[in-house]
């Protein structure tokens, strides 16, 4: 049984982008369908996949950006703060839609609760009580020349009436700040990655996951993600070892509108 919605539970998806599918060679690297972990797939060898020429583009998409965004959140990799959970490693390409030609220097940023289910800076929505500073599991990083974002957190948590999710906006000409956050620019996508069914299962009978007792929206229930799977932002997972504790990594390549 699903709790009751929330106030999340209002995001709907808005308007369409386009988010590369590799194909060919490069598909286990850049596919974006969600997968069961191959044996044969590392973390490094997602890394260091740069999109080929063996791409098409089809259109996926864009979501709201939800009632927990934060303007002027930290420019960094790792946005993680110590929170407790298995360890998530996003290999994020964006490129332009009409050329599919990565698009370097965009920044790419994520927020998303904590495996009990608190966003910062909204702490005790969820029903539990913890440190607040207003940035923990938030920020953003610049791509580089390969259009390659490489963020470090956890896998999210879940809370009433959401399954589990991180949004993700992508901005160009952005200004970094003395204080290391970001101005200006141009956002040129909204939206949410979602995560194998299967995985998050397993995820949640592991600790700190097993300790959030809330009921637990599936991807099927959700009301934002549609079962349309790569172009409704489903990851493709990668695992990091042989247990769930031991995290895994999430990739996707998105399509942005540069016009």
């Excluded at 709907?12 to 194909?23: C, D, N, Q």
């Excluded at 956890?154 to 992508?170: A, D, E, L, M, N």
């Amino acid at each position: 049984m699903t709790d009751s919605p929330s106030k999340d539970m209002s995001e709907a998806p808005l308007g369409r982008r386009t988010v590369l599918i590799a194909t060919g060679a490069t598909a286990a690297a850049l596919a974006v369908g969600a997968a069961v972990p191959a044996a044969s797939a590392t973390a490094t060898d997602v890394a260091d996949a740069v999109p080929a020429a063996a791409a098409v583009c089809t259109l996926t998409k864009e979501m709201t950006e939800g009632p927990y965004y934060l303007d002027g959140q930290l420019v960094r990799a790792d946005v993680t703060e110590g929170k407790a959970g298995a360890p998530l490693k996003l290999v994020l390409t964006v490129v332009d839609d009409s050329t599919c030609a990565a698009i370097s220097n965009a920044l790419v940023e994520i927020w998303h609760c904590d495996a009990l289910g608190e966003y910062s800076g909204f702490v005790g929505n969820n029903g539990h009580s913890e440190a607040d500073d207003g940035t923990f599991l938030r920020g953003g990083v610049l791509t580089n020349a390969s259009g390659v974002a490489n963020l470090t957190t956890i896998y999210p948590g879940w809370y009433r009436g959401r399954c589990v999710h991180i949004h993700v906006k992508v901005h160009t000409g952005v200004t970094l700040t003395s204080d290391g956050s970001f101005t200006g620019g141009q956002e040129l996508h909204t939206g949410q990655l979602f995560f194998n069914e299967t995985i998050t299962v397993a995820m949640a009978k592991v600790s700190p996951y097993s300790t959030n007792k809330v009921t637990r929206t599936t991807l099927a229930q959700d009301s934002v993600y549609d079962d349309g799977g790569a172009p409704s932002g489903l990851l493709t997972l990668t695992a990091l070892g042989s247990t769930t504790s031991a995290g895994y990594t999430g990739t996707l390549t998105l399509g942005v509108v540069t016009s």
